[in-house]
């Protein structure tokens, strides 16, 4: 479910602490690690890099915009959270996140986390998708407050 | 006299001098010496069309890269080189190169300073002329240079505008005869702008027209409210054509000032994103073509004009085929400016159709807004810009770079007060109000975003019905001009930073390589040393490929 946790959209800088801080943090970390979120998601050094990377996903939306993406997560999707489907010649798709593209060739990271790049004259075709990238999860209210506190704690860390 | 001791002389003087010395027959007939590129637009009819054929559809994937050339400036490279009899002479910011078009390999670099304050975008310079043995150069803080083309020193440098007051040089000059034509631009700060012409052998001003009034008495300044036309800018960004037959020289012109509001100026703000044809002896104008009236979307007419013979209704006639920022394709006879033909050729929706004489008829409801108003298609940066196109006498076909499925929200804000040399842009924030995102309304970065979001392409058109025959789909939008030759080549590139040979009949790729940095420039190809070189520049730097010795 929380795999369909995006932050699937638009940079919003301003936090929005109310909603946030009416749910458990703590019982939001745990259903995002219970839930299969990390099997697409990152957070920190855990999870995977197929979806986009909620490390500081606190800093960069509000709570209503993380609600939203949990709830409806078709709403709002960021351009470079899509996804695209690369069609070979032999008929075999490979899909992954888009990082690049231009005329001559296509760059992704597939579902292994792999760094795949396409040359658009070896391939039948490819496709950007930008809605269906993950389902709606079945969560209640409170769970999903719980989820958004959570996230809205994500502040990163600094570099070293 | 020991005529067997004098002959290597006389020779070695017909081989260092003539050769090098371009007079005005040998400009009028650039376009038959495939060999060299003698003006911005590869010959007066600025069709950029080679005669070469060494290169070729079924070789092109041969291409190898020969030379780079990196001058020590940052900015991107927008200048066409000319290539005059092995010699490559090129300008970016302050300095003119002449290299061995073989090598890349420099004679002489001449130095300039350009103060950096006259900058008010990007330092770019789209090109220099050439006439007898002087290298012209217009600088971007308004000189006109002439350089000897041997040895890389000034034989004069005039001032012919001044950049204080809100003008720049950006063009490559046009000689015809005895005259280099040129006119300032102003980028956006309502300097009335003109194109003059300068003799070539003491940079004399001769004749002068103005793009926009300097008198409440000239007709043109009926066409502004009030006392608007003092401050109407109308710039000159890129080099015009010439035409023997009818010894007219066509230019086109920029954008009013305040760009993006006509609530100062109501009417239609001539001559602001027009084409004017000039006599070149006197610079009487002959006949005007407007292509937006009361322009408020930045779509300046500044592309170059390609003039071509072809067929029309069964019958040859000398024609202006012309790719406009404002989205339409137009044929204009280039004898009396009169209309002829305007077919969009990329998604537009401003425009609900012509008069009869050519005037378009604006869409209801797609004037710009205060804040945010309707989406307008194409957006402000246009179907094409400043981008050079190309026609192709073998194929038949007309070629241009094209901003696909653009679109952006119009707004305009407040006026600011005109003030020399400061913005007059009509796009001033009211107080308080929020800082625009830059880059608003521009849609998702190229890297992730979907055809339906906008896309590049370069574009073959039906030169007598603007029907698309092809197009060559590209991510990112384009900048870069277009180079065909008569072995049925395409050369052009795009903002991804690759650049790559079509085949001229279908738009079929024939090679690719990435550069890396955005194609801004025009191709251009010439023999050095028997071989075909074709080179093209991208950011700032310039890459030479030929065939594998």
Known sequence: ?160 | VNLGVLRPLVLFSLAGLLPAQVTPDRLLNASHEPQNWLTYGGGYASQRYSLLTQLNPGNAKELKLKWVYRPKYTEKMEATPLIVDGILYTVQNSEVVAMDAATGRAFWTFHYAVPPESNQYVMVVKGLAIAGNTVFWATYDGHLIAIDAKTGTALWNKVLVDWHKGYQLNVAPLVVKDKIILGPATNEEGANCWVAAYDVQTGKELWRFYTAPTSADEPAARTWAGDSWKHGGSPIWVTGSYDPDTNLTFWGTGNPNPGWNGDRRPGDDLYSDSVVALDVDTGKLKWYYQFTPHDEYDWDSVQVPVLAQIDWQGKPRKVMLWANRNGFYYVIDRTSGKFLLGKAFVKQTWNIGFDEVGRPMKAPGIDPKPTHGEHVLPGTQGGTNWYSPSFSPSTGLFYVSSWENYDAPTSKGLIEEWKEGGKYSGNGRPPGAPRRARGAGRGPLPAFKTEEEGYGAVKALDPATGQQKWEFKLVDWTESGVLTTASDLLFAGSKEGNFFALNARDGALLWHTNLGGTVASGPVTYLADGHQYVVVCADNAMYAFALPE
């Open chain 1, 1 to 160: 479910m929380l795999q369909s946790l995006g932050a699937w959209a638009v940079l919003a800088l301003a936090a929005a602490p109310l909603f946030a801080q009416s749910g458990d943090a703590a019982k939001g970390k745990a259903l995002v690690e219970s839930s299969g979120c990390l099997s697409c998601h990152r957070i920190g050094d855990q999870g995977s890099r197929t979806g986009p990377d909620l490390s500081e996903i606190g800093d960069k939306r509000t709570a209503e915009k993380l609600k939203t993406s949990i709830v409806d997560p078709d709403e709002e999707v960021l351009p470079e959270n899509r996804y695209v489907t690369v069609t070979l010649k032999d008929g075999t798709t490979v899909k992954g996140r888009i990082l690049n593209h231009d005329a001559m060739s296509v760059q992704l990271i597939d579902t292994k986390q792999d760094l795949r790049s396409f040359q658009t004259s070896a391939i039948r075709g490819y496709t950007i998708l930008t809605k269906g990238l993950m389902p709606k999860p079945q969560l209640s209210d409170e769970q999903v407050t719980d989820i958004v506190a959570y996230l809205s704690s994500l502040k990163g860390t600094e570099a070293p």
